[in-house]
């Protein structure tokens, strides 16, 4: 029996907390509402639980599923129903008390709720409206809530949730339909763009509404998101990368995650369990999408066909400049904000105050360390009023050598004995021509 009360509530939060842990669909939200007269909870600027705020809080958040017995079987999850993992679920009204007594508690200042798929989608997030019915409607909860959707379900069931919600999301998992094929026999790739659609459609036209009395009116007011796994199959970053800029463009997406994969099932057709999760990748990832969202950059500047992975010795940017050295070094005093972008070490606020500051001069050296350029990055790639401080224009070799990391300690690839299936598997050429999810095969 599913819904029973065998267990205590204690008990089941090990089990679904830890079931939790693999979602790393959930960051800074950027929203603010201010709290009413009776009302619990607050949400601040800078976002939700697991991450750091913009004034230098940690703020937490309860990241729980409402069960992990799951109807799929995929391959690569621990909650699959072959899988022989202890199983417990929350009755909607438990989980919901249990988030405003932890709120009091001031253990955390919101909600992250999942759950594996039980009977079918409709019916999962049935129970998740459920929860936050209880938790908005009778508690007043005005916290944080990011609510997963499931592939599948019901337009009306997602508008509902996204009324209830402050974020959704669907996530994507991978980025070929093939891979989905291997691993997720039991979804179909076909479910979960147009549920991104819709929210997209729907956030859209509720923009600028807010809370009117008790109720929220609008949908999904902090947008949507969603996670790519990393390193479980032979997708390579090009792959992963023009998805993301598809999802960023054509469906509103607030963040893309890159989850590096974490072997916790033996699966044939899944890295041996000895694998080490692909963590560097995983941060390369970020790095460039970061670029991709406040930089100006397109994934064709990042990579190509000839040049399909990031390198894990240095970050894109860097390795930007290092392919097109024709570019560089930059003049300080003249390069227009969006090229002063493109330079390595020089981020977004220094940007700014580089193209401010030249009304009064062009800076030297000591001026942009204040404004905070990394200069032993930069050096190499700009001049101030015609000097170079980089000393290595001309040597490519031994400016790659000055660039790499100290930390940056290259991990095994995927495909250096990564895999203990099958060669389909480990065919990356094959993988590198597979069509993205959405796109004809």
Known sequence: ?????????????????????????????????????????????????????????CI?????????????????????????????????????????????????????????????????????????KILREEYRFRGYVHAKVIPGTDERLIEELGRLADRVSVNVEFASKRSMALLAANKDH?????????ISQRVEENRGVSWRGKKQVAFAPAGQSTQLIVGATPERDLLLMRLAEGLYGGYGMKRVYYSAYIPVVSNPLLPALGFQPPKLREHRLYQADWLLRFYGFQVQDLLNEAHQDLPLQYDPKVDYALRHRELFPVEIGTADYEMLLRVPGIGVQSAGRIVAARRYGIPDEQALRKMGVVWKRAAYFITCNGKFYGRLSTDHALLEQVMVEPRALVQPSLFDGGFDGGEKARDSAHYSAMPLLGEPA
């Open 1 to 57: 029996m599913i819904w029973g009360d065998v267990m205590t509530t204690q008990q089941k939060l090990e089990i679904l907390g830890a079931a939790a842990k693999y979602d790393a669909s959930c960051a800074s939200s950027g929203l603010n509402r201010a709290g009413k007269s009776g009302s619990v909870g607050c949400t601040t600027s800078a976002g939700i639980c697991h991450a750091w705020t913009e004034d230098g809080r």
């Open 60 to 132: 937490s958040l309860l990241k729980v599923l409402l069960t992990n017995h799951c109807i799929y079987d995929c391959a690569y999850c621990p909650n699959g129903c072959s899988h022989d993992v202890p199983r417990a679920a929350f009755q909607p009204r438990e989980l919901a008390e249990l988030t405003v007594e932890f709120y009091k508690r001031n253990y955390v200042e919101g909600l992250f709720l999942s759950s594996g798929v039980v009977k079918s989608p409709d019916y999962t997030v049935e129970l998740l409206i459920r929860t936050l």
């Open 190 to 198: 076909r479910h979960i763009l147009p549920p991104m659609k819709y």
